[in-house]
């Protein structure tokens, strides 16, 4: 069976053999034949010369579809171009599972949520547009439909813009990174960057549309944007004036964290219009994420326009600032025709309600309290609890059973308003990330279960999906990619605080083979 799981299915008796001649696409889905015939041509077997039919059924939502695998050979029915996607990638997976004959049998299947995406983060450490479409590709094996791509933060800029060629010149660039592998602990002195130009970017927009994935663009803001004011430095309260500011060489939430986007100062939407304007035109689709997260406020505090914003719009505190600032550049989407996205830690009373929630962060109850209000109170809420599908972490602290059973429909959220959880979002942060081996590792096979989260319904059994595994462990072989072999492995409770440790202190690729344990 195929990962994720097929909502209905009805085994018959025998094989269906592969025929030489009878692939047909319904003129209807036509728009996603290369995501098709690429879903199929992993099979390995020959899968193109199986007599498949693709048709269309209006009868059948976007994303469902319909498998009947006979002596016939394989009619496979499609709501839309999302669903005749779907469905080459289960019949290649069947396929796989198989040893490149299909079961004979009839399915139904159907996602439980409509949102299932990877969100990727690319400033930490910048990846070429030919290792985001691998990753697109797996997506599409498993299933999903949104790639969140994290296109601005403190350490780069990595989107190309015409009207502001400093993001590129400066911002896209940094020094040093922070490194700890190898026996390094520490800067490495070797400079780091790059970004997508526009041309790439619509090629990988052209190519998300052929395999049904929708990509969702982020502008971090007003905190992780120091790649912005590095390149402008007016953008902050006082960059300009009391300290230059560079791309940052470190992560995480610290002194650089406080430089901010100037909340009172007209440059600031003016520059953020200008550059969204551009990103729309890139990127076609509904949604735009704005970022929110990790903001600290203390230079807004200080800061007189700042200060008199908050006044002039009666606003109870910074947080709230931060509310009306998002809000104001949500609602300039919304003329363009675009949706806002933010991540939950700029939920407050000022933020207007039809942005959509991104939940990340759980361990503050109060960020999941104030989430489950958001979606009691009818605000559209994305999934994305950083201890079950943040993938940056090893697989010791997070452990693929944990990503497997992930619920998006967090405690709290009442039965009547699940269906405000829109889906999930498994996110790759890449701080720690900085080779394709490492990437691929803490991908695969998560991607898998991540999968399983956001398509499948709430039970779900695990044993049943290791089972499945090993077809999926050779498909990744077969293509060359790096994967986190018996990953599936239950490990004692001592061995992983001990890989925990060593990744928080000595050394980020302990899990890698030959990485040190
Ligand atoms: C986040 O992980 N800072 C959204
Ligand atoms: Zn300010």
Redo the contacts with the bound molecule.
């Keep these: 069976m195929p990962i994720p799981m097929l909502k209905e299915s009805q085994p018959k008796a025998g094989t269906v053999g592969f025929q030489t001649n009878g692939f047909s696409l319904d003129p209807a889905l036509e728009g996603v034949k290369e995501g098709v015939l690429a879903m199929l041509a992993l099979a390995d077997a020959g899968g193109l010369e199986t007599a498949v039919r693709l048709v269309r059924n209006d009868s059948l939502a976007e994303e469902a579809y319909k498998l009947t695998c006979d002596e016939t050979g394989v009619l496979a029915e499609a709501g839309g171009e999302a669903g005749a996607v779907h469905a080459s990638a289960a019949l290649a997976q069947l396929a796989l599972e198989n040893g490149g004959v299909l079961p004979a049998c009839t399915a139904f299947d159907e996602p439980r949520f409509g949102w299932r995406g990877l969100s990727l983060d690319i400033c930490r450490h910048f990846f070429p547009l030919e290792t985001v479409k691998r990753i697109v590709e797996l997506m599409t094996f498993y299933r999903f439909n949104r790639l969140h791509l994290h296109l601005s933060d403190d350490q780069g800029f990595r989107f190309e813009s015409e009207r502001f060629p400093l993001l590129n010149t400066v911002g896209s660039r940094r020094e040093s990174t922070l490194v700890r592998k190898n026996g390094k602990n520490g800067q490495d002195g070797i400079p780091h960057g790059g970004y997508y130009t526009k041309a790439e970017l619509r090629e990988l927009v052209a190519y998300c549309k052929a395999r049904g994935i929708e990509i969702v663009p982020e502008l971090d803001m007003p905190g992780h944007a120091l790649a912005m004011i590095a390149a402008y430095p007016k953008l902050a309260c006082f960059a300009d004036k009391e300290h230059p500011v560079q791309v940052a060489t470190s992560f995480g939430v610290s002194e650089f964290s406080k430089v901010l986007l100037c909340a009172g100062n007209e440059r600031t939407y003016a520059f953020l219009f200008g550059l969204l304007d551009e990103i729309m035109e890139i990127f076609p689709f509904e949604f735009i994420h704005l970022g929110g997260?990790?903001a600290v406020k203390d230079e807004w505090k200080r800061c007189p326009n700042c200060q008199k914003v908050k006044q002039e719009q009666g606003l109870k505190d910074e947080r709230e600032l931060q509310g009306w600032f998002l809000s104001r550049v949500s609602r300039y989407l919304e003329t363009r025709g675009r949706k806002a996205i933010i991540?939950n830690d700029g939920l407050c009373a000022s933020l207007d309600s039809n942005i959509v929630c991104q939940y990340?962060r759980p361990f503050l109850a109060v960020g999941n309290r104030s989430t489950a209000h958001y979606a009691n109170a009818g605000g559209r809420v994305i999934g994305s609890d950083?201890l079950h599908i943040y993938f940056d972490y090893p697989y010791a602290a997070t452990p693929l059973k944990k990503t497997f059973h992930y619920e998006p429909v967090l405690g709290g959220i009442k039965k009547t308003r699940a269906s405000n959880v829109v889906g999930t979002e498994c996110a790759v942060?890449t701080e720690w990330i900085d080779t394709e081996e490492k990437l691929f590792f803490n991908l695969l096979p998560r991607l898998a279960a991540a999968a399983e989260a956001g398509w499948s319904q709430r039970r779900r059994n695990y044993r049943e999906f290791v089972k499945k595994l090993p077809a999926h462990y050779a498909l990744y072989k077969r293509l060359g990619l790096a994967y986190a072999k018996d990953a599936e492995q239950h490990l004692p409770f001592w061995k992983r605080v001990r890989i925990a440790k060593a990744f928080l202190f000595e050394n980020t690729h302990v899990e890698l083979p030959g990485g040190g344990v």
């Design positions: 997260d990790e991540w990340w950083f942060w």
